[in-house]
């Protein structure tokens, strides 16, 4: 039987492996619960950014193949091609968000997950809408078997009437054996077809309207099995 080829912009490196992707993927979902209990209000976020790297190597995971970021306050407003403001404090009552892309062995890691720190509604509310919409999308994928287009639609969408905005400099890419970049650099939002599992980083970033603060979460691609 002749197997159809991979489109471009899903293939992968020798090195690929399913096992291997779903270590990476795992192991950064940890690294970022470990992190993110470390942080604590009065920490200034270049302190913040130091512990991520401290932990993932210790965590054995001592590679990133992009910078490790951890934004607090405004700068969560920030894409992340945007330097942060320096001295930045995380407050009594804020929101602050990890960003980190840890190598293991072969395989690429990529998380993003935001927090809330004292009784701030509105950024609890932004926190957990980052998360929520991501699986809407993620259900609309497995669903409808939507394009990358169609998945970023509907998250604009859907996070207008929550009331955000939606970054669309931060629209989802590759993830695979390293490095994706020599395989495929361009965005999720931008792909004509279906994305497969295990190939994509579904990247939601909202944006408060007034310009207060932002939220930010991400994973890998995958079936429902794979949330607890």
Request: glycine share 8%; hydrophobic share 45%.
């Amino acid at each position: 039987m002749t197997m159809t080829p991979s489109p471009a912009s899903e293939r992968v490196g020798p090195a690929f492996s399913v096992d291997g992707m779903l270590l990476a993927r795992n192991k950064t979902r940890e690294a970022i619960a470990d992190i993110a209990a470390r942080i604590r209000p009065g920490m200034v976020e270049e302190d913040a950014v130091r512990l991520a790297k401290q932990t993932l190597i210790d965590a054995g995971m001592a590679l990133s193949w992009h910078p490790t970021r951890v934004r607090f306050g405004a700068n969560t407003l920030k894409s992340m091609r945007q330097r942060s403001a320096p001295g930045v404090v995380l407050g009594e009552e804020d929101i602050f968000f990890l960003d980190i892309a840890p190598r293991l062995d072969a395989w690429e890691g990529d998380g993003g997950q935001s927090y809330t720190v004292g009784g701030h509604a509105d950024q609890a509310r932004c926190a957990r809408d980052a998360e929520a919409l991501f699986h809407d999308v993620r259900r609309v994928w497995l669903r409808e078997r939507a394009s990358g287009q169609e998945l970023y639609a509907y998250a604009d969408r859907l996070a207008r009437a929550l009331g955000w905005e939606l970054n669309f400099d931060l629209p989802g890419h590759r993830v695979s054996d390293f490095p994706h970049a020599a395989i495929h650099t361009g965005s999720l939002a931008d792909l004509e077809i279906p994305p497969s599992e295990m190939r994509w980083i579904l990247e939601i970033h909202l944006r408060d309207p007034q310009g207060r603060f932002g939220a930010f979460f991400e994973d890998m691609l995958l079936g429902d099995a794979h949330y607890a």
